[in-house]
């Protein structure tokens, strides 16, 4: 009786062990058989090909692309010119040391006409002749560190009262140079290169500032000058010839010219 009762109950455990394992094998079947359907799916799914971005499509709008205009073409040449700007006599200067103003700051001073200005500590003065202000300020720099640890000098052109003249418009060059001598109006174009293919040579402009800060306008016709039937004209210091051309008029150069800020310090605009 004890060894049918232990046959019976080994057949029973075993039946049971049996059974589980059958029940585990078929869950994985199963799951195998499901993961292997979902890559087969996906494998015969056909894959739809990416949008192109918007700019690349063709029923995008074309995206607006800015023109360069001759405006911009104005303000840099005054505003590069003031950094390449050489003083000399009649400029007027202000020289800034951080943290040590009023002592070794000076403000608003012109140059003399030996081109030498005193500062303090500095007993033979600085010569600024021909020298920019970022030369200026790094003499002034190495002496003054003599005696102030690390000065951070600035020296700033106030008023540009050396002569110069500009000439803008419709010319292979233009820009604002130094007058040394005598320039006529078509030699201050013939240095920039002369005129355009667009210029019209029937309207030249000459601008200057007066006394009084307002602004005179001179038309001159180059053409006719160069004809011999008109006599030449001579510029003063600080005139600035303008040459009209297609789609750039006198007006428009003028308002463009309020947005360079070194117009004041160069011309004495009144802007």
């Known amino acids: 009786m004890k060894v049918s009762v232990f046959l019976r109950t080994s057949l029973f455990i075993a039946a049971a062990f049996a059974l589980t394992a059958a029940v585990s094998i078929g869950q994985t079947t199963t799951a195998k058989t499901k993961d292997s359907k979902k890559a087969d799916a996906s494998k015969a799914k056909p894959k739809m090909p990416t949008p192109a971005p918007s700019s690349d499509r063709a029923d995008a709008e074309p995206v607006p692309t800015e023109t360069p205009s001759k405006d911009d073409d104005v303000v840099p040449y005054y505003n590069n ?11 007027v200067i202000s020289v800034e040391v951080f943290g040590q103003c009023p002592e070794y700051c000076i403000m608003s001073k012109p140059v003399p006409p030996n081109a030498r200005i005193s500062y ?23 002496k003054l560190d003599e005696f102030i640890i690390d000065p951070k000098v600035n020296v700033t052109l106030e008023k540009a009262m050396s002569t110069r003249y500009a000439v803008m418009g419709d010319v292979a060059a233009p820009g604002v140079r130094v007058m040394d001598r005598k320039v006529s109006v078509y030699e201050a174009i013939l240095e920039s290169g002369g005129v ?41 210091p600080g005139d600035q010839v303008f040459v009209e051309g297609k789609g750039f008029t006198i007006g428009k150069f003028l308002a463009v010219l309020g947005q360079a800020s070194a117009a004041r310090t160069l011309f004495g605009s009144p802007f």
Request: glycine share 8%.
């Open 81 to 91: 010119y003031l950094k390449e700007y050489r003083l000399g006599p009649s400029d």
């Open 120 to 142: 303090p500590l500095i007993r033979e003065g600085v010569l600024v002749a021909g020298k920019t202000v970022e030369q200026v300020a790094a003499e002034i720099t190495q």
């Open 196 to 236: 355009t293919r667009n210029a019209n040579k029937d309207k030249v402009f000459i601008v200057s500032y007066g006394k009084d800060g307002k602004l005179t306008r001179t038309q001159v016709s180059l053409k006719q000058m160069e004809a011999g039937k008109a006599e030449m004209v001579f510029l003063n």
